[in-house]
């Protein structure tokens, strides 16, 4: 599949949450979403355990149940933080999120990455090791669709209903975690920026907090 020419430098600072600009009217290849999955794979695991999985929802019926879901949670969201209701208030990226609650099941795909073993109530370290075991591979299929034309965004909206979740696409859930469900879509232009980010010397810490 073709790539865009841009450099690793920047697919890095100009992978950006994609919600407005996804195109709901094209569909995504199945050998693209496999092709970002074999780069995916090569990401790392805890003991190389290779404990991951990935549910890729095209199926309309899904899709419109875990919209349901995510739109459910996201209202919640929005509402907890007093923007619930309609329009952004004003604020690009609520006014972002609330585009893509209204179209969330209008995504010609979502990606549910997934791990092996719940951790529900283990030590934050087996925590710790459980999740990065799933999330730099996920991490690494947003960078690898972006470099392809792709757009894609992180979310956990639907982690609220998790278990409805795991009904609606088959996911055993007493043994397996998902981690998160990234909508994909072409996107609409693929002129992304980096955007903004606090300076270094205000979360960086050379050798002593
Ligand atoms: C753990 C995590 C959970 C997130 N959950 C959601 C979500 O449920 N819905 C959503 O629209 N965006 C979600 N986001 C996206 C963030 O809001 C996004 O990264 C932020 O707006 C920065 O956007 P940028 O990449 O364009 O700078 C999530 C991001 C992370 C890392």
């Given at each position: 599949m073709p790539l865009l020419e841009l450099t690793p430098d920047e697919v890095l600072s100009t992978t950006r949450a994609v919600r407005?600009?996804?195109?709901?009217t094209r569909p995504v290849e199945r050998e693209m979403v496999e092709e970002c999955l074999r780069l995916a794979q090569q990401a790392p695991t805890a003991g190389f355990a290779q404990n991951w999985h990935f549910v890729v929802v095209t199926d309309a019926d899904a899709r419109a149940g875990l919209g349901e879901l995510w739109r459910r949670s996201g209202e919640r969201y929005l509402g907890a933080r007093g923007v619930?209701?309609?329009?952004g208030g004003g604020n690009p990226i609520v006014a972002s999120v609330r585009h893509l609650l209204e179209h969330i099941h209008e995504v010609p795909l979502h990606l549910i990455p997934c791990v092996e073993g719940r951790t529900d109530g283990k030590p934050a370290w087996q925590q710790a090791s459980r999740w990065a075991s799933i999330i730099p591979a996920a991490w690494s299929f947003m960078l690898a669709a972006r470099a392809r034309g792709l757009g894609t965004a992180w979310t956990t909206f639907h982690l609220a209903f998790e278990r409805e979740a795991a009904e609606i696409v088959g996911i055993p859930y007493d043994e397996v975690m998902q981690v998160a469900l990234i909508p994909v879509a072409y996107s609409i232009g693929t002129d992304f920026k980096p955007g903004p980010r606090r300076p270094l010397k205000t979360f960086v810490h050379w050798d002593r907090w």
């Open positions: 407005r600009r996804l195109d709901l619930g209701g309609g329009g």
